[in-house]
């Protein structure tokens, strides 16, 4: 083990797959969400070491963050214990190997990796890596959209190459919330709404 | 082995007793404890990461992860309190 960063990320993932399966193991509900926050928390780190930023933002502010509180709520609504149940489901087990041997052969498609002579690296890459990064949907009368102020190849991607997508994504996951909200809201006002209308019976 | 190395082996060590005090428990507040203590190893581990690899960009993420970090902890001590959240 000469290199530090693998030695690192070998120790991270061991670390990682104890968590997922600690998780699995515990009937504690609160303590399977507290262990899931550990393993979005060393995933993010992965995603980090791989270079990919914005996965790895995503995975500490959803991960860690949004899917803890979300766990949790519904935790308030339902008990913190799992039921007594028999652990082992054959047809569970069944369904997850035949669609892991599926997605594995899927993968004997699939370029090597860094093969530089793949679609993906001789397709449009070179554009977004050469320019024209920047100077998108510029052209000989204006002035480029990021003035040549976006250095990172993925963030001109995302918020340019694909602005809409990236916009309507945004739009989409707000509706999400908004439905959330007025999903839930009802619950915790209904009880208000009682007791104020009891009031006024009596 | 270098000095950075050791430092992240120990971190990574402290990061594994923390697991394993989440998954024995025995009571919520050690799980908690041990939540909060793995998010600090992890702020520690991404600022070590970003400095043997020379990556600047990695304080960013450290600091972002430090503020998810209180703000599960706080949404789970406020759970374990009340057993509701808003």
Same mark, same amino acid.
């Given at each position: 083990?000469? =290199?530090?960063?693998?030695? $690192?990320?070998?120790?991270?993932?061991?670390?990682?797959?104890?968590?997922?399966?600690?998780?699995?193991? @515990?009937? =504690?509900?609160?303590?399977?969400?507290?262990?899931?926050?550990?393993?979005?928390?060393?995933?993010?780190?992965?995603?980090?070491?791989? /270079?990919?930023?914005?996965?790895?933002?995503?995975?500490?502010?959803?991960?860690?963050?949004?899917?803890?509180?979300?766990?949790?709520?519904?935790?308030?609504? !339902?008990?913190?214990?799992?039921?007594?149940?028999?652990?082992?489901?054959? @047809?569970?087990?069944?369904?997850?190997?035949?669609?892991?041997?599926?997605?594995?052969?899927?993968?004997? =498609?699939?370029?090597?990796?860094?093969?530089?002579?793949?679609?993906? !690296?001789?397709?449009?890459?070179?554009?977004?890596? @050469?320019?024209?990064?920047?100077?998108?949907?510029?052209?000989?009368?204006?002035?480029? =959209? /990021?003035?040549?102020?976006?250095?990172?190849?993925?963030?001109?991607?995302?918020?340019?190459?694909?602005?809409?997508? @990236?916009? /309507?994504?945004?739009?989409? $996951? /707000?509706?999400?919330?908004?439905?959330?909200?007025? $999903?839930?809201?009802?619950?915790?006002?209904?009880?208000?709404?009682?007791?104020?209308?009891?009031?006024?019976?009596? | 082995?270098?000095?950075?190395?050791?430092?992240?082996?120990?971190?990574?060590?402290?990061?594994?007793?923390?697991?394993?005090?989440?998954?024995?428990?025995?009571?919520?507040?050690?799980?908690?404890?041990?939540?909060?203590?793995?998010?600090?190893?992890?702020?520690?581990?991404?600022?070590?990461?970003?400095?043997?690899?020379?990556?600047?960009?990695?304080?960013?993420?450290?600091?972002?992860?430090?503020?998810?970090?209180?703000?599960?902890?706080?949404?789970?001590?406020?759970?374990?309190?009340?057993?509701?959240?808003?």
């Amino acid at each position: 083990m000469s =290199d530090p960063v693998l030695l $690192i990320n070998v120790l991270l993932l061991l670390l990682a797959i104890g968590a997922a399966l600690a998780a699995m193991w @515990t009937r =504690d509900l609160l303590g399977a969400v507290m262990l899931m926050g550990i393993y979005s928390l060393l995933l993010a780190i992965e995603w980090a070491n791989l /270079f990919a930023m914005d996965v790895s933002y995503t995975e500490a502010a959803v991960g860690a963050g949004a899917s803890t509180i979300l766990l949790l709520t519904a935790l308030t609504r !339902t008990g913190t214990r799992e039921k007594a149940g028999p652990n082992f489901h054959p @047809t569970a087990l069944l369904t997850v190997l035949v669609t892991g041997a599926v997605l594995i052969y899927g993968t004997s =498609d699939l370029p090597r990796f860094g093969d530089p002579l793949a679609p993906a !690296t001789v397709h449009v890459a070179p554009e977004y890596i @050469t320019q024209t990064v920047g100077k998108v949907g510029a052209t000989e009368a204006t002035e480029n =959209d /990021f003035g040549d102020h976006v250095p990172n190849a993925v963030t001109a991607v995302l918020a340019s190459y694909r602005g809409y997508d @990236t916009m /309507f994504e945004t739009a989409v $996951i /707000f509706t999400a919330g908004v439905c959330v909200i007025i $999903i839930l809201r009802p619950l915790a006002g209904s009880a208000r709404r009682r007791t104020a209308g009891s009031k006024e019976d009596a | 082995m270098n000095a950075e190395l050791i430092t992240a082996l120990l971190v990574i060590g402290g990061a594994f007793l923390a697991l394993l005090r989440a998954v024995k428990g025995p009571t919520t507040f050690d799980r908690v404890l041990a939540v909060n203590v793995f998010g600090t190893k992890t702020v520690v581990l991404l600022a070590l990461l970003g400095y043997i690899g020379d990556r600047t960009g990695f304080l960013d993420i450290a600091v972002l992860y430090a503020l998810v970090n209180f703000l599960g902890t706080i949404a789970l001590l406020k759970f374990v309190e009340t057993r509701r959240l808003g």
